[in-house]
Structure formats: C-alpha cells, structure tokens
C-alpha cells in the first residue's frame, strides 16, 4: 500500500468520524446547523491539509477540531415561538392558488410581510397569536385567550383591520400600518 492510499484511507475514515461528530448537533436549527456543517468541513479539511507530514491521525485532527466547534455550536440557541411564527407565516408565500382545495387566492406577499413585522414588534407582555391564513390571500391574526378575543387581518393597502373584545368593550376599525413601529391602539387593547 503506497503512503497517498494510506492517507486517503485516513482521510476518508476521518471524513466518516466527522460525520458521527455532527450526528451529535442535530438540535441545532436547520440553518445554523447548515453553516456550522459547512464550516466544520472547511476547518477540517484545512487542519488536513495543514498536517503535510501526516504526522497527526485523522482522529487527531477530528478531535482537535472537535473542540473549535462545540465552542461554535455553543453561540447558538434554540428557534424561539415568535421565530417559529414568523417562520410558519413566512412559509405561506410558497403556496399557490386554491390552497385550500375550495378556491383560495394565493398568500398576498405584503400581507405576509406586515404580519410578520407586526408580531416581531408585539412586546413580551403581550400573548403571541394564532396565525390565519384568509381565502382572500390576507393574513391574519388571532388571539383567544382568557378574557381577551382579537382578530386582525391585514389587509393588501398596508393598512389592518381589527376586532378586539376585553372585558366586556368592544373595539373594531381600520388603522394604517408602517411596519416600524406598533400602532398604539394595540399595545393598550391587547395587553394581557
């Protein structure tokens, strides 16, 4: 067996120990998950290269490495709700027309777009919603909990409509919105 079979052979089984290393982050979010993999490639195909002499084990470099990227992984943390929300109204923009199987328009891009900047500017003492999905195409919002119902829809002109119930008032109108800061009609009708 010539020394560059050897050393592809190590390379190889070293390639196949990354692998189970990975096996270990599986809880990291998909996209962090996707770039800490490929930078962990990358650093460990540079620490290969770098070890010209082969005098380290392939071992030696996965476990050399090993520690660079649990200090990498440790910055990263968990997908919040909100983030969840936000991911799950976002991913309504792929769906096509008749979504609903009864004829539903397709998702309003700039409906998406303002709902998702609306719930990234609802302050933590106010319950996140339940996320709508209108035949119209709007998106929407829904909270019902306790003594408080709400029920937002974004409409297509920037602008949203609401209807909010608490304690024993009702509130309904139409309000323009610029996607930079919470209307204050909110922030007092749907505290908690």
Request: net charge negative; proline share 4%; aromatic share 10%.
């Given at each position: 067996?010539?020394?560059?079979?050897?050393?592809?052979?190590?390379?190889?089984?070293?390639?196949?120990?990354?692998?189970?290393?990975?096996?270990?982050?599986?809880?990291?979010?998909?996209?962090?998950?996707?770039?800490?993999?490929?930078?962990?490639?990358?650093?460990?195909?540079?620490?290969?290269?770098?070890?010209?002499?082969?005098?380290?084990?392939?071992?030696?470099?996965?476990?050399?490495?090993?520690?660079?990227?649990?200090?990498?992984?440790e910055?990263?943390?968990?997908?919040?709700?909100?983030?969840?929300?936000?991911?799950?109204i976002?991913?309504?923009?792929?769906?096509e027309?008749?979504?609903d199987?009864?004829?539903?328009?397709?998702?309003?891009?700039?409906?998406i777009?303002?709902?998702?900047?609306?719930?990234?500017?609802?302050?933590?003492?106010i319950?996140?919603?339940?996320?709508?999905?209108?035949?119209?195409?709007?998106?929407?919002?829904f909270?019902?909990d306790?003594?408080?119902?709400?029920?937002i829809?974004?409409?297509?002109n920037?602008r949203?409509?609401?209807y909010?119930?608490?304690?024993?008032?009702?509130?309904?109108?139409?309000i323009n919105?610029?996607?930079?800061?919470?209307?204050?009609?909110?922030?007092?009708?749907?505290?908690?």
């Amino acid at each position: 067996m010539t020394s560059h079979t050897a050393t592809a052979e190590n390379y190889i089984l070293g390639h196949l120990k990354t692998e189970q290393i990975l096996d270990q982050f599986k809880y990291i979010p998909r996209i962090a998950d996707s770039t800490l993999s490929d930078l962990f490639y990358k650093r460990h195909s540079e620490l290969i290269k770098e070890d010209g002499n082969r005098s380290k084990s392939s071992e030696a470099i996965n476990l050399e490495f090993y520690d660079e990227f649990i200090q990498i992984a440790e910055f990263t943390r968990s997908t919040t709700t909100r983030e969840q929300l936000m991911g799950e109204i976002r991913s309504w923009a792929l769906l096509e027309a008749d979504w609903d199987g009864e004829g539903a328009a397709v998702p309003i891009a700039r409906c998406i777009k303002n709902a998702v900047s609306f719930i990234r500017l609802l302050p933590d003492n106010i319950s996140l919603p339940e996320p709508m999905l209108h035949a119209s195409g709007n998106t929407g919002l829904f909270w019902g909990d306790g003594g408080m119902y709400a029920d937002i829809e974004f409409l297509h002109n920037d602008r949203i409509a609401y209807y909010i119930e608490q304690n024993g008032d009702k509130h309904k109108g139409a309000i323009n919105f610029d996607s930079e800061s919470l209307p204050p009609v909110f922030s007092v009708l749907l505290r908690g």
